[in-house]
T-cell receptor
Framework: GDSVTQMEGPVTLSEEAFLTINCTYT??????LFWYVQYPGEGLQLLLK?????DKGSNKGFEATYRKETTSFHLEKGSVQVSDSAVYFC?????????????FGAGTRLAVHP | GAVVSQHPSWVICKSGTSVKIECRSL??????MFWYRQFPKQSLMLMAT?????????EQGVEKDKFLINHASLTLSTLTVTSAHPEDSSFYIC????????????FGPGTRLTVT
């Protein structure tokens, strides 16, 4: 079945460091890919998305490119801030389960220190 | 933006009792809501899809008689954990499809259930 694998955390960085969180997926068809972020005490929020191969999603300085050849959707940010500390979830929809069902990775906790 | 609330945010109950969790879309109507379960340091796993005015669709392996879902209005879905056992202790999260669709879901903050 469809699945999402993302790197284990926690990831600990100093402020202004470069961030990469790896995400790979397995799915039939042409899924849409997402990054969600969960700040402490809050619900998941959509951070960015890409709906077809080679699309780049971007928001708040974060970027991810839908790479069909490597089945990847790695999250990057050039300079992280303390306020970016959160749990990040990679997800897909539109595989076997259909477009309204999200399949999530395990989540990666990011801690940014001043 | 679209806001989804959950109540309660945490609950402790005794084994054998039932617990109801509410999920509300505060500023939009949601014909479809979803219920997820999350174990510590694990993924969110979809339990069921809740459609207003009809029966919920449960994922394989989820006991529909144990996890009762009711979606009686366009802004409220409830999950009732019946005859709770310690293994039901988990973090339950709901989400809602906004009217615009477009693959996005809006998530509630989650409910921590502990069964003693």
């Amino acid at each position: 079945g469809d699945s999402v694998t993302q790197m284990e955390g926690p990831v600990t960085l100093s402020e202004e460091a470069f961030l990469t969180i790896n995400c790979t997926y397995t799915a039939t068809g042409y899924p849409s890919l997402f990054w969600y972020v969960q700040y402490p005490g809050e619900g998941l929020q959509l951070l960015l998305k890409a709906t077809k191969a080679d699309d780049k999603g971007s928001n708040k300085g974060f970027e991810a490119t839908y790479r069909k050849e490597t089945t990847s959707f790695h999250l990057e940010k050039g300079s992280v801030q303390v306020s970016d500390s959160a749990v990040y979830f990679c997800a897909l929809s539109g595989g076997t389960g259909g477009y309204n069902k999200l399949i999530f990775g395990a989540g990666t906790r990011l801690a940014v220190h001043p | 933006g679209a806001v989804v609330s959950q109540h309660p945010s945490w609950v402790i109950c005794k084994s054998g009792t039932s617990v109801k969790i509410e999920c509300r879309s505060l500023d939009f109507q949601a014909t479809t809501m979803f219920w997820y379960r999350q174990f510590p340091k694990q993924s969110l796993m979809l339990m069921a899809t809740s459609n207003e005015g009809s029966k919920a669709t449960y994922e394989q392996g989820v006991e529909k008689d144990k996890f009762l879902i009711n979606h009686a209005s366009l802004t409220l879905s409830t999950l009732t954990v019946t005859s709770a056992h310690p293994e039901d202790s988990s973090f339950y999260i709901c989400s809602a499809d906004p009217p615009s669709g477009a693959y996005e879901q809006y998530f509630g903050p989650g409910t921590r259930l502990t069964v003693t």
